[in-house]
């Protein structure tokens, strides 16, 4: 069965390091979602991505974030300078179509912040 | 602001039960509906969805809609050890596809 793979399952990094979270949705999806959730919280929303470019994005999502879609297969978040308060787990998902909300995700990057 | 409430337990039933999760939304302009489920440390798996007022059955699993009262629920029946997990309910508002989560009701089925 066709899944969402995301890597690396967990990454530790100092606080003000630049980290890249990779995702490979499902081939012959769409839309592609970043959510993080922080531990013991909500699963919130970041940035929706349809057609090479950003559809919707949250407040969260500020410049310190961005999206990329390099090739046909990933899809990739980058924090350019963590702070503490970015440690969460942090799931991309994919959906086929995406008004139908029926969204795909992965097993989740845990990033933690030092 | 858009949200979605649910009331975050534990609810604990004991096996065979029937389990009853409900939301609360606050959007009247809401679209389609969602019940995921999440087990500790996993990622959100979608159960159940629904667009239109009134009930939707799946297996054991029934979702009831109603957009007058703004209000979802999910019923469990013969529930199970394994059906122990976070249900995540969540809403769509516009054709991006963008999902507004509850914080999810903990849901503990006893043997």
């Known amino acids: 069965e066709p899944e969402v793979t995301q890597t690396p399952s967990h990454q530790v990094t100092q606080m003000g390091q630049e980290v890249i979270l990779r995702c490979v949705p499902i081939?012959?999806?769409?839309?592609f979602y970043w959510y993080r959730q922080i531990l013991g919280q909500k699963v919130e929303f970041l940035v929706s991505?349809?057609?090479?470019?950003?559809?919707?994005k949250s407040e969260i999502f500020d410049d310190q974030f961005s999206v990329e879609r390099p090739d046909g297969s990933n899809f990739t978040l980058k924090i350019r300078s963590t702070k503490l308060e970015d440690s969460a787990m942090y799931f991309c998902?994919?959906?086929?179509?995406?008004?139908?909300?029926?969204?795909?995700f992965g097993e989740g990057s845990r990033l933690t912040v030092l | 602001q858009k949200e979605v409430e649910q009331n975050s337990g534990p609810l604990s039933v004991p096996e065979g039960a029937i389990a009853s999760l409900n939301c609360t939304y606050s959007?009247?302009?809401?679209?389609?509906f969602f019940w995921y489920r999440q087990y500790s440390g996993k990622s959100p798996e979608l159960i159940m969805f629904?667009?239109?007022?009134g009930d939707k059955e799946d297996g054991r699993f029934t979702a009831q809609l109603n957009k007058a009262s703004q209000y979802v629920s999910l019923l469990i029946r013969d529930s199970q050890p394994s059906d122990s997990a976070t249900y995540l309910c969540?809403?769509?508002?516009?054709?991006?596809?963008?999902?507004?989560f509850g914080q999810g009701t903990e849901l503990s089925v006893k043997p």
């Open positions: 998902a994919s959906s086929e179509r995406g008004y139908t909300g029926e969204l795909f």
């Open positions: 081939s012959n999806h769409l839309y």
């Open positions: 991505f349809y057609n090479n470019e950003i559809s919707e």
């Open positions: 959007d009247r302009g809401s679209q389609s």
């Open positions: 629904i667009y239109s007022n």
């Open positions: 969540a809403v769509i508002y516009n054709q991006g596809g963008k999902l507004i």
